[in-house]
């Protein structure tokens, strides 16, 4: 499947849920979200369908469940063994601990768990949950369970969890040998909340880095993967060394790499993290449409992809869905 410039799409984006257990402020509102009706939710069967129309007709060859957050859908274990190709997930990590193994039987190849900080305090304010520790023990559950590399995403938030709040999570990581990506902030979560002239930077975090490791750019090529990456060794402790990385979406952004296509929970197919419109395949399913029917939609929406997501340019209008609802 190509879109109108060339681009492949291999990776499927499939959002589970839109429910999550925590509030993170970069991505919902503290109360009040506008969840989307559970009769419009995808059952298994629909997911299913969709995999296997992905990975047997279209080339998707990967494929990552995401929510809201995925751990909240009972069955994910049994998506997961119904799907043939590689598989991986982005989680909070709330109650990884007690499913880390079974996903792992079940073909999980991969897991990516959301953290922002390892101080408490900043955690909670961040999350408007007391809930670290949880999250510290899924990912010792994701390692003890063999889901190597386990990665951490962390979104960099100006005054909050930046400069030694950054550096403190780097360490960590690095001791636990989990792999770090930091990520700039995107115009995905509440209106108005973001705000382009104050975010922290690529740039900045990496100065912040270099303050306390030694980067070194990785020798693989990035391809169409969305973090660079870096190998990172301790100014302080020469054996503490790993790999960090920085997902510059808005200053450094990949598009003309891009090879994903994304399903929310309720089954529209979406060509961009950012796209305004969307194409509903729940809707062609539901009506009878056959694998060609939906495969002709699917083709259409990937089609119409854009060369880029917009977010510099002036006419650039926010998703009306926040990031929980859309699937990251």
Known sequence: MTDKFGRTIRDLRFSLTDRCNLRCVYCMPEEGADWINRDDILTDEEIIRLIRIATSRLGITMVRFTGGEPLLRKSLEKLIAATPVSTAITTNGLGLVHRAQSLKDAGLDRVTVSLDSVNPEVFSSLTRRDRLDDVLAGLDAAVAAGLHPVKVNSVVMPGVNDGDELKELANYCLAKGLELRFIEQMPLGPPAQWNRDIMVKREDILATLE??????????????????????????????????????????????????????????????????????????????????????????????????????????????????????
């Open 211 to 328: 303050t306390e490791f030694e980067l070194v750019p990785a020798e693989t090529p990035r391809g169409s993967a969305p973090a660079e990456v870096w190998r990172a060794t301790s100014r302080k402790n020469s054996e503490l060394k790993g790999k960090i990385g920085v997902i510059a979406s808005v200053t450094q952004p990949f598009c003309g790499n891009c090879d994903r296509t994304r399903i929310t929970a309720d089954g529209a197919v979406r060509n961009c993290l950012f796209a305004n419109s969307e194409v509903s395949l729940r809707d062609v399913m539901r009506a009878g449409g056959t694998d060609d029917e939906v495969i002709a939609a699917w083709r259409q929406n990937t089609w119409a992809k854009l060369p880029g997501h917009g977010i510099d340019e002036p006419g650039f209008l926010q998703p009306k869905r926040n990031m929980s609802a859309i699937g990251g």
